[in-house]
């Protein structure tokens, strides 16, 4: 897994002492492994972490401060939900999963990420941000809960900070108790005396104390010291890895390289649902206001419209229906019933009915295809006639204003799906458009339109009476 060519050698991970290779929960990912997987772990693994990383990135985007108590508790919720036992035990500590096991997961998930982040100056920066917020985390939760793991980090890594003398912060205590922004007491914290340039975050935010070139931190703000040298080792080892990746021959691992920045990584909606017995063909129109999410919801206007859909377009509303548990002969039948509106039933057989059937495995590579998640939705191109797509994504902004507006959607909470579409948010603006429209916070931000049917129809078995 070692694709970096360095300047100077270093050793890879080969050990099968797995509490020599990981001492503490904290790394730098100096070393990479050597030792031989699976393919199916590192595929597992692969998937795990871009959980992990995703999780940490839509705590922020739903409106929880980085770091604040709010933002560790959807953390670990979001953690738990996903059943990702061996990275919530970076935030837990305890119980779940065997700490070397976590610690192992956590290196190897690490190093195979950076060979499907390392391929562009998109990819890599979002990686790195991700990963700043994941060290920064585990530190913080070690600090809290373990702080002589903190230590033996820093003698690991050759780490060194002298705390300033007792005389020296009372010198400084009224600079400090000024500049510095904690809540606990300052006379009862260390301090430690650091360049201001290892942290220039602090000093734009006027967080910390300057004098003569060097900044006096709190103990707790040592992270932001440390993520400046996690920062610039992974940044430069991902900027060697991209001019060696190309030269990676390797079809197994290619095909899940490239596209593992835009992989869905939950539930696949491939298998008849077990709790969806009661949707029925005939109640779409019904299904399709209250618990279709918005591309769905058109998709089906414009087939009750127009009586027809281009192929993309019945590809994508097709599997989404297979998705809500429909059988082959009911789509068959939701498909048939509309487009002899405009054809003779023998047309229709000739010319649509086996893509249906196909769509469902029961023909030609009899393969069972899954439904669209809300990522390969986004990242696909939606052309000149064609409805399929995500709205949030796709529609031009006074065609979603409107629409927005016509589902009653309020001027102030309409600006605000706006600017999440702005910024590129789509999924976290169709989640905003879940809560507005059904009064009550979605479990978690919307990857999948059956999974906004699920959430919708958990909520309206409970609050209204559903067709029969």
């Not at 839509?58 to 770091?67: D, E, H, S, V, Y």
């Not at 009064?439 to 999948?448: A, D, E, M, W």
């Amino acid at each position: 897994m070692d694709f970096i060519a360095r300047k100077k050698f270093q050793k890879k991970v080969e050990s099968d002492n797995l509490i020599e290779l990981y001492p503490t929960d904290l790394q730098f990912y100096n070393l990479p492994p050597g030792n031989q997987i699976t393919l199916q772990e590192f595929e597992d693994l692969a998937l795990e972490r871009l959980q992990v990383l995703r999780i940490l990135e839509q705590a922020t985007q739903r409106g929880n401060k980085l770091f604040t108590q709010s933002w560790f508790d959807v953390v670990k919720s979001d953690l738990r939900k996903q059943k990702l036992v061996r990275f919530h035990h970076f935030l837990n500590l305890s119980g779940g999963c065997s700490v070397l096991e976590s610690r192992r997961a956590d290196h190897l998930s690490h190093f195979i990420l950076r060979l499907a982040y390392c391929r562009s100056e998109a990819l890599r920066s979002w990686f790195l941000a991700r990963e700043l917020e994941w060290f920064k985390t585990k530190f913080i939760t070690i600090f809290k809960q373990n702080p002589d793991d903190i230590q033996t980090f820093f003698a690991l890594n050759h780490l060194t900070y002298n705390g300033i003398s007792n005389e020296e912060k009372q010198t400084l205590l009224t600079s400090l108790l000024k500049s510095t922004i904690m809540a606990d007491d300052v006379s009862v914290t260390n301090f430690y005396k650091v360049p201001f340039n290892s942290v220039t975050s602090l000093v734009n935010a006027r967080r910390v104390f300057v004098k003569n070139g060097q900044a006096y931190i709190p103990q707790f703000e040592l992270v932001t010291c440390i993520q400046s040298i996690f920062r610039a080792r992974l940044s430069e080892a991902l900027a060697q890895l991209s001019h060696i990746i190309p030269n990676v021959d390797d079809e197994r691992l290619n095909n899940l390289l490239q596209n593992l920045h835009i992989s869905y990584t939950g539930q696949d909606y491939n298998g008849l649902p077990d709790n969806k017995s009661n949707v029925r063909a005939e109640f779409l129109d019904y299904y399709s206001k209250k618990q279709f999410p918005l591309c769905m919801r058109h998709i089906h206007q414009v087939l009750r419209s127009t009586h027809h859909l281009k192929y993309r377009c019945r590809l994508q509303y097709g599997l989404f229906l297979k998705g809500l548990g429909l059988s082959l002969e009911e789509c068959l039948k939701v498909w048939r019933d509309e487009f002899t509106k405009t054809m003779d039933e023998n047309t229709f057989e000739k010319k649509y009915a086996y893509g249906v059937k196909h769509q469902h495995g029961k023909v030609g590579g009899m393969v069972n295809y899954k439904p669209y998640s809300c990522m390969t939705i986004i990242m696909g191109n939606v052309g000149p006639g064609e409805h399929h797509g995500c709205p949030f994504k796709h529609f031009d902004a006074t065609q979603l204003r409107q629409k927005l507006v016509e589902d009653g959607i309020p001027g102030t909470d309409t600006d605000e799906i706006m600017t999440l579409v702005k910024d590129a948010h789509y999924q976290i603006a169709c989640t905003k458009y879940f809560e507005l429209t059904h009064h009550k916070q979605s479990k978690s931000v919307i990857n999948h339109p059956n999974q906004y049917f699920d959430e919708s129809d958990e909520i309206l078995n409970v609050n209204s009476k559903k067709p029969t």
